[in-house]
T-cell receptor, first 113, second 114 residues
Protein backbone atom coordinates (compact mmCIF):
# COMPACT_ATOMS: atom_id res chain seq x y z
CA UNK A 1 0.00 0.00 0.00
CA UNK A 2 1.32 3.40 -1.00
CA UNK A 3 1.74 5.46 2.13
CA UNK A 4 3.66 7.90 4.29
CA UNK A 5 4.48 6.60 7.75
CA UNK A 6 5.55 8.55 10.82
CA UNK A 7 6.92 7.40 14.14
CA UNK A 8 6.16 7.85 16.91
CA UNK A 9 2.51 8.84 16.65
CA UNK A 10 2.51 10.31 20.15
CA UNK A 11 5.41 11.66 22.18
CA UNK A 12 5.66 13.42 25.52
CA UNK A 13 9.08 14.76 26.40
CA UNK A 14 10.82 17.36 28.53
CA UNK A 15 12.45 20.62 27.57
CA UNK A 16 15.94 20.19 26.13
CA UNK A 17 15.84 16.44 25.50
CA UNK A 18 16.77 15.78 21.88
CA UNK A 19 14.26 13.85 19.82
CA UNK A 20 13.77 12.60 16.28
CA UNK A 21 10.50 11.99 14.47
CA UNK A 22 10.91 9.63 11.55
CA UNK A 23 9.12 9.84 8.21
CA UNK A 24 9.21 7.29 5.44
CA UNK A 25 7.43 7.01 2.08
CA UNK A 26 7.23 4.01 -0.24
CA UNK A 27 6.13 5.83 -3.40
CA UNK A 28 9.58 6.80 -4.72
CA UNK A 29 8.65 10.47 -4.39
CA UNK A 30 11.23 13.17 -5.00
CA UNK A 31 9.78 15.84 -2.70
CA UNK A 32 9.17 15.62 1.02
CA UNK A 33 8.07 18.20 3.60
CA UNK A 34 7.43 18.66 7.30
CA UNK A 35 4.54 20.74 8.65
CA UNK A 36 3.26 21.68 12.05
CA UNK A 37 -0.42 22.23 12.74
CA UNK A 38 -1.59 24.51 15.52
CA UNK A 39 -5.15 25.59 16.35
CA UNK A 40 -6.16 28.68 14.42
CA UNK A 41 -2.93 28.72 12.42
CA UNK A 42 -3.51 25.96 9.89
CA UNK A 43 -0.49 24.06 8.60
CA UNK A 44 2.87 25.75 8.43
CA UNK A 45 5.79 24.32 6.52
CA UNK A 46 8.94 23.72 8.53
CA UNK A 47 11.38 22.28 5.98
CA UNK A 48 11.19 20.65 2.60
CA UNK A 49 13.46 18.53 0.45
CA UNK A 50 13.46 18.28 -3.31
CA UNK A 51 16.05 15.52 -3.58
CA UNK A 52 18.54 13.48 -1.59
CA UNK A 53 20.92 15.80 0.26
CA UNK A 54 18.86 18.85 -0.83
CA UNK A 55 16.85 20.54 1.92
CA UNK A 56 15.52 24.05 2.37
CA UNK A 57 13.71 26.13 4.95
CA UNK A 58 9.99 26.54 4.96
CA UNK A 59 8.07 29.20 6.81
CA UNK A 60 8.90 28.19 10.40
CA UNK A 61 12.30 26.41 10.50
CA UNK A 62 13.64 27.80 13.79
CA UNK A 63 14.43 25.08 16.31
CA UNK A 64 14.27 22.21 13.82
CA UNK A 65 16.73 20.25 11.70
CA UNK A 66 16.18 17.77 8.90
CA UNK A 67 18.27 15.45 6.77
CA UNK A 68 17.65 13.53 3.56
CA UNK A 69 20.26 10.85 3.20
CA UNK A 70 17.94 8.42 1.42
CA UNK A 71 15.10 9.13 -0.95
CA UNK A 72 12.46 7.41 1.18
CA UNK A 73 13.33 8.90 4.60
CA UNK A 74 13.10 12.45 5.91
CA UNK A 75 13.55 12.65 9.71
CA UNK A 76 12.72 15.75 11.73
CA UNK A 77 15.14 16.52 14.55
CA UNK A 78 14.49 18.73 17.56
CA UNK A 79 17.87 19.15 19.21
CA UNK A 80 16.61 21.10 22.24
CA UNK A 81 12.80 21.01 22.30
CA UNK A 82 10.91 23.80 24.01
CA UNK A 83 7.24 24.02 25.08
CA UNK A 84 6.40 26.23 22.09
CA UNK A 85 7.18 23.24 19.86
CA UNK A 86 4.25 21.36 21.33
CA UNK A 87 2.20 20.71 18.23
CA UNK A 88 0.82 18.19 15.73
CA UNK A 89 3.42 17.37 13.08
CA UNK A 90 2.82 16.03 9.60
CA UNK A 91 5.20 14.67 7.03
CA UNK A 92 4.19 14.80 3.36
CA UNK A 93 5.62 13.61 0.06
CA UNK A 94 4.92 14.42 -3.57
CA UNK A 95 6.22 13.01 -6.84
CA UNK A 96 7.98 16.25 -7.84
CA UNK A 97 8.96 17.16 -11.38
CA UNK A 98 5.91 19.38 -11.96
CA UNK A 99 3.60 16.97 -10.09
CA UNK A 100 2.78 18.64 -6.82
CA UNK A 101 0.06 16.57 -5.16
CA UNK A 102 1.07 15.96 -1.57
CA UNK A 103 0.38 12.78 0.38
CA UNK A 104 0.35 13.26 4.13
CA UNK A 105 1.31 10.93 6.93
CA UNK A 106 -0.99 10.26 9.92
CA UNK A 107 0.66 12.85 12.16
CA UNK A 108 2.77 12.91 15.33
CA UNK A 109 1.40 14.64 18.39
CA UNK A 110 4.30 16.09 20.37
CA UNK A 111 4.03 17.52 23.87
CA UNK A 112 7.06 19.26 25.40
CA UNK A 113 6.79 19.95 29.13
CA UNK B 1 6.26 35.30 1.43
CA UNK B 2 2.83 34.22 0.29
CA UNK B 3 -0.18 34.94 2.53
CA UNK B 4 -3.30 32.77 2.24
CA UNK B 5 -6.52 33.79 3.97
CA UNK B 6 -9.49 31.41 4.28
CA UNK B 7 -13.13 32.09 5.14
CA UNK B 8 -15.31 31.16 6.88
CA UNK B 9 -13.62 29.42 9.80
CA UNK B 10 -16.76 27.42 10.55
CA UNK B 11 -19.67 26.49 8.30
CA UNK B 12 -22.85 24.54 9.01
CA UNK B 13 -25.17 23.41 6.24
CA UNK B 14 -28.18 21.15 5.94
CA UNK B 15 -27.65 17.85 4.18
CA UNK B 16 -28.24 18.31 0.47
CA UNK B 17 -27.38 22.01 0.46
CA UNK B 18 -24.22 23.48 -1.08
CA UNK B 19 -21.14 24.68 0.78
CA UNK B 20 -18.67 27.29 -0.42
CA UNK B 21 -15.28 28.04 1.11
CA UNK B 22 -13.19 30.95 -0.13
CA UNK B 23 -9.47 31.70 -0.08
CA UNK B 24 -7.40 34.65 -1.15
CA UNK B 25 -3.67 34.73 -1.82
CA UNK B 26 -1.14 37.52 -2.13
CA UNK B 27 1.62 36.29 -4.46
CA UNK B 28 0.59 36.70 -8.09
CA UNK B 29 3.30 34.18 -9.07
CA UNK B 30 1.55 31.32 -7.26
CA UNK B 31 0.63 28.65 -9.75
CA UNK B 32 -0.89 25.68 -7.92
CA UNK B 33 -3.87 25.71 -5.54
CA UNK B 34 -4.86 22.47 -3.79
CA UNK B 35 -7.70 21.78 -1.37
CA UNK B 36 -7.35 19.26 1.44
CA UNK B 37 -9.88 17.52 3.65
CA UNK B 38 -8.84 16.53 7.14
CA UNK B 39 -10.94 14.13 9.16
CA UNK B 40 -10.55 13.85 12.90
CA UNK B 41 -7.31 12.14 13.88
CA UNK B 42 -6.03 11.86 10.32
CA UNK B 43 -3.65 13.67 8.01
CA UNK B 44 -4.94 16.03 5.31
CA UNK B 45 -6.04 14.38 2.09
CA UNK B 46 -6.02 16.08 -1.30
CA UNK B 47 -9.53 16.33 -2.72
CA UNK B 48 -9.07 18.64 -5.69
CA UNK B 49 -6.52 21.05 -7.10
CA UNK B 50 -6.22 23.65 -9.81
CA UNK B 51 -3.35 25.22 -11.69
CA UNK B 52 -3.04 28.87 -12.62
CA UNK B 53 -3.75 28.26 -16.31
CA UNK B 54 -7.23 26.88 -15.56
CA UNK B 55 -10.29 28.78 -14.33
CA UNK B 56 -12.44 25.93 -13.07
CA UNK B 57 -12.17 22.22 -12.32
CA UNK B 58 -14.87 19.80 -11.29
CA UNK B 59 -14.86 16.30 -9.83
CA UNK B 60 -18.34 14.90 -9.19
CA UNK B 61 -19.80 16.99 -6.30
CA UNK B 62 -16.66 19.05 -5.78
CA UNK B 63 -15.50 21.99 -7.85
CA UNK B 64 -12.81 24.64 -7.54
CA UNK B 65 -12.79 28.03 -9.24
CA UNK B 66 -9.82 30.35 -9.63
CA UNK B 67 -9.83 34.07 -10.32
CA UNK B 68 -6.20 35.06 -10.97
CA UNK B 69 -7.00 38.74 -11.41
CA UNK B 70 -8.64 38.99 -8.00
CA UNK B 71 -6.25 36.40 -6.51
CA UNK B 72 -8.92 34.24 -4.99
CA UNK B 73 -10.09 30.66 -5.35
CA UNK B 74 -13.08 28.81 -3.95
CA UNK B 75 -14.18 25.28 -3.11
CA UNK B 76 -17.76 24.34 -3.94
CA UNK B 77 -19.38 21.20 -2.56
CA UNK B 78 -22.84 20.41 -3.87
CA UNK B 79 -25.44 18.00 -2.46
CA UNK B 80 -23.57 17.81 0.82
CA UNK B 81 -23.63 14.60 2.85
CA UNK B 82 -22.81 13.96 6.51
CA UNK B 83 -19.51 12.35 5.48
CA UNK B 84 -18.44 15.69 4.05
CA UNK B 85 -18.14 16.95 7.65
CA UNK B 86 -14.44 17.67 8.21
CA UNK B 87 -11.90 20.49 8.26
CA UNK B 88 -10.97 21.82 4.84
CA UNK B 89 -7.73 23.63 4.02
CA UNK B 90 -6.76 25.62 0.96
CA UNK B 91 -3.13 26.15 -0.01
CA UNK B 92 -1.02 28.01 -2.54
CA UNK B 93 2.31 27.10 -4.04
CA UNK B 94 4.46 29.96 -5.28
CA UNK B 95 6.34 29.75 -8.54
CA UNK B 96 8.50 26.64 -8.99
CA UNK B 97 11.67 28.71 -8.99
CA UNK B 98 11.23 29.36 -5.27
CA UNK B 99 11.39 25.67 -4.43
CA UNK B 100 8.56 23.52 -3.06
CA UNK B 101 7.03 25.87 -0.54
CA UNK B 102 3.36 25.66 0.34
CA UNK B 103 1.27 28.17 2.27
CA UNK B 104 -1.95 27.01 3.87
CA UNK B 105 -5.10 28.78 4.96
CA UNK B 106 -6.24 28.47 8.56
CA UNK B 107 -8.96 25.93 7.80
CA UNK B 108 -12.76 25.72 7.66
CA UNK B 109 -14.65 23.33 9.91
CA UNK B 110 -17.64 22.11 7.89
CA UNK B 111 -20.57 20.45 9.61
CA UNK B 112 -23.30 18.84 7.52
CA UNK B 113 -26.48 18.47 9.54
CA UNK B 114 -28.54 15.36 8.64
Amino acid sequence: EAQVTQNPRYLITVTGKKLTVTCSQNMNHEYMSWYRQDPGLGLRQIYYSMNVEVTDKGDVPEGYKVSRKEKRNFPLILESPSPNQTSLYFCASSPGLLTYEQYFGPGTRLTVT
Amino acid sequence: GENVEQHPSTLSVQEGDSAVIKCTYSDSASNYFPWYKQELGKGPQLIIDIRSNVGEKKDQRIAVTLNKTAKHFSLHITETQPEDSAVYFCAARPNAYTGNQFYFGTGTSLTVIP
